[in-house]
Structure formats: structure tokens, C-alpha cells
């Protein structure tokens, strides 16, 4: 199995994790603060490259009763933006809850401050991507 990268496109930060070579454990692999979209898909993709993956992840931010909101929008948006910058597949995955799951690792291991506010969105993308990772199995 190749390295999947899984991305939390964010506004502001945009949290990055990726998968052994087995498919078996995600890890956090940092996060990327920017703004402009077409910036965030640019380093998105060299990331990719860099890691070795097949696959990007994308974490489709549905309502929680299960509709496309404007922030589900965006993801799509972004999503053209990498398939344009990334020669692998581009797999969207319903994150509801992943944000909620990562908050309450970070209570749990009791990551406060700054140092939360700059890793909360690579602990969702770890999230989502495990999550992932055992449906496959």
C-alpha cells in the first residue's frame, strides 16, 4: 500500500497527517498556515510529493445533519485546485466530529495555549485519517 496524506483544509491552518507504508497508523506531519487557497493546495501537493504519497484525504466537511454548507463548498473548490497540482487520487471523507475527537485528545493529554491552537488541526487530520485507515480493514 502507497502513503496516504490526509489534509484538514482550514482557513486559516490546514492540518496535514500521513500513513505508514502498511496503511495501518496515521501521524501527525504538521500543519500549513495560509489563507489563500491556491498557496495551501501548492505546498499541499510538494507535501505529497515529498512523503511519497498516492493518495491525498480530504477531510468534506458536511452539516452535521448531513448537507453541504458553504465549508463544504470550499472543500470542493480546494479539491480542483489539488487535482490541477497532484497527479495521485483525491479521496474526500466525511469529518464531521474529527475537529470534536482531536479537542478531546488535546484535553486528555492536556495541550493548552499556543501550543494547541498550533497542532489542533494536525491531530484532526490524524483522526480523520485513522479513521479512514481502519475501514479499510
Not at 12 to 35: C, F, H, K, W, Y
Not at 88 to 112: H, K, P
Amino acid at each position: 500500500m502507497k502513503k496516504i496524506l490526509a489534509v484538514d483544509y482550514g482557513d486559516a491552518r490546514t492540518g496535514l497527517a500521513t500513513s505508514d507504508p502498511l496503511g495501518l497508523l496515521a501521524s501527525a506531519a504538521g500543519v500549513i498556515e495560509g489563507r489563500r487557497a491556491e498557496v495551501v493546495a501548492d505546498l499541499v501537493a510538494e507535501e505529497a510529493k515529498r512523503l511519497g504519497a498516492a493518495t491525498i484525504l480530504l477531510g468534506y466537511p458536511k452539516n452535521m445533519d448531513g448537507s453541504e454548507g458553504p465549508r463544504a463548498q470550499k472543500t470542493l473548490a480546494f479539491k480542483e485546485l489539488l487535482e490541477a497540482r497532484f497527479e495521485g487520487e483525491i479521496v474526500l471523507r466525511d469529518e464531521r466530529n474529527t475537529t470534536v475527537s482531536a479537542t478531546r485528545i488535546l484535553n486528555e493529554t492536556n495541550t493548552r495555549g499556543k501550543k494547541r491552537k498550533a497542532i489542533v488541526d494536525a491531530v484532526a487530520a490524524t483522526v480523520l485519517l485513522q479513521d479512514y485507515l481502519d475501514s479499510l480493514r
